[in-house]
Structures are given as structure tokens and as C-alpha cells.
């Protein structure tokens, strides 16, 4: 999987879109993965500067003094959103040269594995006659559950069939025979497979 970077520059303020701006400055200057940045990095320097500078008359400035602070951050954000883009587009997701740029890795999404396998399995009566209703707890990276039903003890016969399959973590089962005893457990499946079938759970319908 590609490294990438972040910015967060929506989320910045001026103080901390001047500190970006400052630590890229510093950590491109004389990088050689990046020699031609879109946006000189004096001129970086110079915005810099004069975002400090306006920092500091806005505090306890007039009115238009913090207008001037902030158009000045949004001339900066500009300039370093060209920057991040060029810094991708070099670095082509390479994660040890990105890390040279002075902008902060972003965090890569772990793959999920098989899935685990589910907890809280019950059998519930619904107040109607030949039917249960099957909970279960969600299970990460599950985009869906195969439910399975045996009318042996599994502690004694592993005989299940597969009964249906779900996307949510409750499913209804009819057509049983009243006070009968039935097991039942499900298995999660996501992408990189299926998972082991969870501890049974008896019922028996009205």
C-alpha cells in the first residue's frame, strides 16, 4: 500500500498553519527529492514572515488587522496545498522520502483480516408459534453472517446446515417444530474470508 501525506489545513489556524509552514520550509530545504517545489521556498520564507507579522498585530488588533491575518492564512494554505501536491506526486508514495517533506504522514488503513467470531448468541421466542429470533453481537470487518442450525446436540453430532445468510446481526428462523430443541450459531464473513462459527446458542420454538 502507497504512503501518503496529510495536511489538515481546513482544521489550521494561523499559528498553526505558520508552524507548517516553517517545519516544510525547513525539512525542503536542500532535499534532494525535491528540487523544483511549485512554489519557491524564499517565497514560502517571506509568507512566513509576514504571517508572523500579522499574527502579532491582530492580537489585541483592530478589526482589520485579524483581515488581514487571515487572508494572509489563506494565501499560506494555497501555497502549501500546491506544495503537498507536488510532494505526492514526487514522492509517489514512497513513505521514507515523503517523511523527508516537512508535512505529516498519513495514517494507512490496516487490512482486515478474517474476521472474528461473535459473541452473545441467543435464541429468542417471539411470541409466535414455530418461529425463533437469532441475536448476535457485531463482528469487525463482517459485511455479513452465514447462520447455522442443528437439531443434534453439537457437543455430541457437528452436523450444521447452513440455514441463511445476513447482513445485519439478527435474523428469524420458522418453520420449526414446537419445543423442539434446535442449536444455532453463525459464522462472520468479510473480505479476506470466512470466520469460525461462534459458540451455539439452544432454542426451542412455541
Known amino acids: 500500500m502507497k504512503a501518503n501525506i496529510r495536511t489538515g489545513l481546513s482544521l489550521m489556524n494561523a499559528l498553526k498553519t505558520l ?7 525547513t525539512k525542503l530545504t536542500g ?13 514560502l520564507t517571506a509568507r512566513g514572515n509576514a504571517l508572523q507579522a500579522a499574527i502579532e498585530l491582530a492580537t489585541n488588533g483592530s478589526q482589520q488587522s485579524k483581515l488581514d491575518r487571515n487572508k494572509l492564512t489563506t494565501y499560506a494554505k494555497a501555497e502549501l496545498t500546491s506544495t503537498a501536491d507536488y510532494v505526492r ?7 521514507a522520502i515523503l517523511s523527508t ?21 441467543e435464541a429468542r ?11 448476535w453481537a457485531t463482528v469487525h470487518g463482517a459485511h455479513g453472517y452465514q447462520i447455522w ?4 446436540d453439537p457437543a455430541v453430532d457437528g452436523n450444521w446446515e447452513a440455514v441463511g445468510y445476513t447482513t445485519r446481526v439478527r435474523h428469524l428462523v420458522t418453520a420449526l417444530d414446537s419445543y423442539k430443541a434446535y442449536w444455532f450459531c453463525v459464522s462472520a464473513i468479510g473480505v479476506a474470508g470466512e470466520g469460525a462459527q461462534c459458540d451455539p446458542a439452544m432454542g426451542r420454538a412455541a
Open 125 to 135: 421466542l417471539t411470541g409466535l408459534r414455530n418461529e425463533l429470533e437469532l441475536r
Open 31 to 43: 532535499n534532494t527529492h525535491f528540487p523544483d517545489p511549485p512554489v519557491k521556498l524564499s517565497d
Open 19 to 25: 508552524a507548517l509552514l516553517r517545519n516544510v520550509v
Open 149 to 152: 442450525m442443528t437439531d443434534k
Open 89 to 95: 506526486s514526487v514522492g509517489n508514495g514512497d513513505a
Open 101 to 121: 517533506s516537512g508535512f505529516e504522514l498519513a495514517k494507512q488503513r490496516e487490512p482486515i483480516g478474517i474476521p472474528g467470531t461473535s459473541k452473545r448468541m
